[in-house]
């Protein structure tokens, strides 16, 4: 809705900012956040299959876009896909729970 109403130019390079900025901040959290998880020994290698989560998120999410996109929706065709990737961040934030509660439980042993 918002998109449809009182999206214009201004809006978008702001989006498009905040979306940069976001992905730099992903670059400054994977390393501290796996040597965390996995220790600091083989950290390089495993930041590097930490981050091929990108190049499988692209793999993985292209098809199913591809299913959920509807062309006779006309502006909502990519409704669906929205509400997909919603449901995909609120598994990733079930499992991020999951981990925060194991890793409590291992440190209070």
Known sequence: MLMSTSFNRGLFFVALALLGFSFGALLDIYPPLTGGAFGT????????????GYAASTWISQPITAVLYHAEAGNAAYQQSFYGAIAIAAVAVVLTVYMMASDKKKQAA
């Open 41 to 52: 020994t083989s950290l390089s290698v495993n930041y590097g299959i930490m981050f091929l």
